[in-house]
């Protein structure tokens, strides 16, 4: 468990998964999958969870997956390297809070600080990155924030909304890395009560 200022990183147990399937029909989709809106089904979602339990045990594993919940417990999305390298020791960042009424309030930065400390603190990694979509500003300020840098821009590269949007793509290499309480104080982040419900 990795424990922030308004969320815990956890592991993706069964009270995650409860919940994948409501995320996966919520706004959050169309975000994390770069402007995807289409129905998932019940069954297609079981059907993705036994390819990748058959893949997971040919192949060796390269995603390490967390639970964000807030500091008192409620599961609110994941978090994860989804494609690491070990060899190279590159990561491939990826995240969703399903809960769309939390975004823009810090919790997803508060879980990418936690997430970027470990794969460089503990894992030793060189070098973490992510892609995104040009419409999706959250993620571009959370970007800023943290300190990951704008490395491309490939044009017209997804379909959203019936409109060609850009991808952007974001790293941070080890050394550019300040550490969390670094960060935490440039950007005066406390901890705060949980929210009301
Ligand atoms: C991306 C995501 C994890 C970020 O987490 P979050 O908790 O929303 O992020 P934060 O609140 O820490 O930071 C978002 C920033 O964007 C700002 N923001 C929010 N909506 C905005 C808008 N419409 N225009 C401009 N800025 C906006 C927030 O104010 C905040 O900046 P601030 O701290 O300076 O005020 C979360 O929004 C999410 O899961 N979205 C849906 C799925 C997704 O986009 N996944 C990522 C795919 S690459």
Same mark, same amino acid.
Request: glycine share 10%; charged share 30%.
């Given at each position: 468990?990795?424990?922030?200022? %308004?969320?815990? @990183?956890?592991?993706?147990?069964?009270?995650?998964?409860?919940?994948?399937?409501?995320? %996966?029909?919520?706004?959050?989709?169309? =975000?994390?999958?770069?402007?995807?809106?289409?129905?998932?089904?019940?069954?297609? @979602?079981? +059907?993705?969870?036994?390819?990748?339990?058959?893949?997971?045990?040919?192949?060796?594993?390269?995603?390490?997956?967390? *639970?964000?919940?807030?500091?008192?417990?409620?599961? $609110? *999305?994941? &978090?994860?390297?989804? =494609?690491?390298?070990?060899?190279?020791?590159?990561?491939?960042? !990826?995240?969703? &809070?399903?809960?769309?009424? /939390? #975004?823009? !309030?810090?919790?997803?930065?508060?879980? @990418?600080?936690? &997430?970027?400390?470990?794969?460089?603190?503990?894992?030793?990694?060189?070098?973490? =990155?992510?892609?995104?979509? *040009?419409?999706?500003?959250?993620?571009?300020?959370?970007?800023?924030?943290?300190?990951?840098? @704008?490395?491309?821009?490939? +044009?017209?590269?997804?379909?959203?909304? *019936?409109? =060609?949007?850009?991808? %952007?793509? /974001?790293? %941070?290499?080890?050394?550019? #890395?300040?550490?969390?309480?670094?960060? &935490?104080?440039? $950007?005066?982040?406390?901890?705060?009560?949980?929210?009301?419900?």
């Amino acid at each position: 468990m990795l424990e922030g200022l %308004l969320v815990d @990183l956890v592991p993706y147990g069964d009270r995650y998964l409860e919940q994948e399937h409501r995320w %996966l029909n919520s706004e959050a989709w169309f =975000w994390a999958a770069v402007g995807d809106r289409r129905l998932i089904t019940e069954s297609t @979602l079981k +059907r993705w969870r036994e390819e990748n339990a058959e893949r997971q045990g040919s192949q060796p594993r390269t995603r390490v997956m967390w *639970g964000v919940q807030t500091k008192d417990g409620k599961p $609110l *999305g994941d &978090i994860a390297m989804n =494609w690491v390298v070990p060899h190279c020791r590159l990561s491939m960042l !990826g995240a969703a &809070i399903g809960e769309p009424e /939390y #975004w823009g !309030g810090g919790y997803g930065t508060d879980a @990418l600080l936690l &997430i970027t400390d470990y794969a460089f603190d503990w894992l030793d990694m060189h070098k973490l =990155w992510l892609s995104t979509m *040009g419409l999706n500003v959250r993620v571009q300020r959370q970007m800023a924030k943290v300190g990951y840098k @704008l490395e491309s821009r490939r +044009r017209q590269a997804f379909r959203a909304d *019936g409109q =060609w949007v850009d991808e %952007l793509s /974001y790293g %941070l290499l080890r050394e550019e #890395w300040p550490g969390r309480a670094a960060i &935490i104080e440039k $950007l005066g982040l406390k901890a705060r009560p949980p929210k009301e419900e």
